[in-house]
């Protein structure tokens, strides 16, 4: 059975990130990314700091850049062993607050090029954006996967409990349509 809420059709790097801020683009980003060879993107969990960070390395991806897309969690903590710090390599670091000391370290230090994610931010590295979960940008991402059938009341309902997390609120919608 087909359920549009399924992760293949929503998860980070499937779907755009959708900008709330008006004149904030991947343009403008790429922009400030440029005068700050090591910032953060900052946010709470599920509002869509991945997806953003995947974005803008697709399109350093296109532009012909050499870049490494590293992500972390609670299973992957370290950096991986194949990595090298080249001079015109740009990182892509997903997940930075479950790295350990030395690991978090070693990365911040011997980039020279890093855009990463992270929950709260680092005093010392500038921020590139600070995501902020908004309900219009839940329902038009909703709206893409399911144009008419789920009411906004629902929506809204959904939204509440997960508290702005977009991740939760899309598990939610997918074990509702399950049942």
């Known amino acids: 059975m087909f359920n549009p809420f399924s992760t293949k059709f929503w998860s980070p790097g499937v779907i755009p990130f959708q900008f709330t801020e008006s004149g904030e683009t991947m343009d403008t ?9 090591i910032c953060q993107i900052v946010g709470q969990h599920g509002s869509g700091k991945s997806t953003l960070l995947l974005g803008l390395l697709k399109r350093y991806e296109e532009n012909g850049e050499n870049v490494r897309h590293l992500s972390f969690n609670d299973q992957h903590r370290r950096i991986p062993g ?11 670091a997903d997940g930075t607050e479950w ?8 990365l911040l230090s011997r980039s020279k090029r890093l855009i990463f994610t992270v929950h709260r931010p680092l005093w010392f590295v500038p921020i ?9 940008v839940f329902v ?21 409990r997960s508290g702005g997390n977009f991740r939760n609120a899309f598990f939610e919608l997918y074990d509702q349509w399950e049942n």
């Open 29 to 37: 980003l790429l922009q400030q990314a440029q005068r700050h060879p």
């Open 82 to 92: 194949d990595v090298t710090f080249e001079e015109d390599q740009i990182f892509f």
């Open 99 to 106: 790295l350990r000391g030395w690991d978090a370290f070693r």
């Open 128 to 136: 590139l954006y600070r995501t902020k979960p908004h309900f219009s």
């Open 140 to 160: 038009q991402l909703v709206r893409q996967m399911v144009p008419d059938l789920l009411e906004e009341s629902m929506l809204q309902t959904v939204y509440d």
